[in-house]
């Protein structure tokens, strides 16, 4: 027995298709667009269909910019500090340090994590592009800001082979115990990590 | 400070309209769709985009279907009983419905439910298009599907003294403990109901 009309049927399976979203919540979606005026559903349809052809990744750092305004609004920024590269793993990542609204440098974008297991090697991740601007000697200080995994680590130790050669700082941003947070549930490999990792109270 | 470009911004904004969506799962939708292929989201936006346009509310009982298929199947299919009708609050309640496999009569879509808190009167409703359809004498039942809370009540017990001159029956779906479920962590008021409407057992 068919419960939908096919052109229901045809967008319940396309919003499936998205992260999270199973069967109940495309229905409650679709009905919910259906309730809501037209010109909602045309315009959330017109945002999603157009997205790729708006978009694209910036041609130095790799993260998302208009197709008008390559390299991207932070590469061209003239207040912002070009000696020193954010490497981050993915183009969302650059919200999430633009967010703290503290960090004044370039970011650039490797495109994943080296992976056996995902079939992630290094060719796939933009480490030539990195190397690239490392070439005129002007930045002095790379901070990798990837996820504390084996991936992460595994990607910063095959890159540090990369960097060495040119005469600059290499770091990493501090993992340990989140700020606010209750040392009950801070897990152990964290608390072990935060414990070898301390600092001089000055 | 503006973490993202213009285009990305309305896709969010626009995501972020939709019923369970805030910014951070608006922020992983959008970056999914700009990691899958572009064809993928110029087919969810088409299929977003042009709902309206492919879809309508059956002319007789209200439920969802394609423009060019009114009335909809359930109402023209020769095989189901027509003289049973039941009444559901929204259009994707029907699915509920026929997802059981069991029920083979008609639906009636009232399009909410009577109350005074969200400004929802009488004539919101199809109630009109209801008492029509009891007009030529072929109905003989109208079960009440409507969930189990003031505004269910009211509505049926508000419906009542338009039914009533009918000379049909009028039933409602039996509320009481779920199948499966632990008695445990059944809540009060669903216990008191199960006992009060028990039944012999035969």
Redesign the interface.
Known sequence: ????????M??LT??Q????VGPK?A????????K?P?E????????????????TNCSICGS???LH?DP??ICEHPQRDHKVICVVE???D??IF??T?TYTGMYHVLGGLLSALNHVRPEDLRIPELVNRLGDGEVTEVIFALSPSVEGSATVTYMLQHLTPHDIRVTQIAYGVPIGSDLDYVDDVTLSQALEARNEVT
Chains 1, 2 share one sequence.
Do not use: N, W
Not at 1 to 8: E, Q
């Open positions: 027995m068919r419960y939908f009309p096919d052109s229901l045809r967008l396309e919003l298709k998205l992260p999270g919540t229905q409650r979606l679709a009905f919910h667009l259906l809501e037209a909602d559903a045309r315009r959330l349809g017109a945002a999603i269909g157009t997205i790729h052809e708006k978009l998302i910019t208009e305004d991207c609004r993915d183009a969302d650059v919200s633009e967010r609204g």
